[in-house]
């Protein structure tokens, strides 16, 4: 729970690569990431106009085994248009 409420305050502060960075480190010290912290790390990224890191987060996702939602989805497809404009 502290690293999701962690990396959903680096999205509120537009702190994208912070978000990735505790993504990383909760993979490092084997804290199970859920689909609530990679949305908040996924919306952190898109707030930061940060499309590519988005698709990466995405297909991340599947690799950690993480479920991903209509959140996940809404926020991807909001990443890629805002990327293209």
């Known amino acids: 729970i502290t690293y999701t409420s962690a990396v959903s305050a680096c999205a509120t502060g537009v702190a994208w690569f912070a978000?990735?960075?505790?993504?990383?480190?909760?993979?490092?010290?084997?804290?199970?990431?859920?689909?609530?912290?990679?949305?908040a790390a996924v919306h952190a990224c898109t707030k930061g106009r940060e499309w590519s890191q988005v698709l990466k987060l995405f297909i991340g996702m599947a690799s950690a085994y993480?479920?991903?939602n209509t959140i996940t989805y809404n926020s991807v497809i909001t990443a890629c248009s805002t990327g293209c404009e």
Do not use: D, F
């Not at 978000?19 to 949305?39: D, F, G, K, P």
């Open 19 to 39: 978000a990735v960075a505790l993504l990383i480190e909760m993979a490092s010290v084997r804290v199970q990431s859920n689909t609530i912290t990679y949305n």
């Open 66 to 68: 993480v479920e991903k």
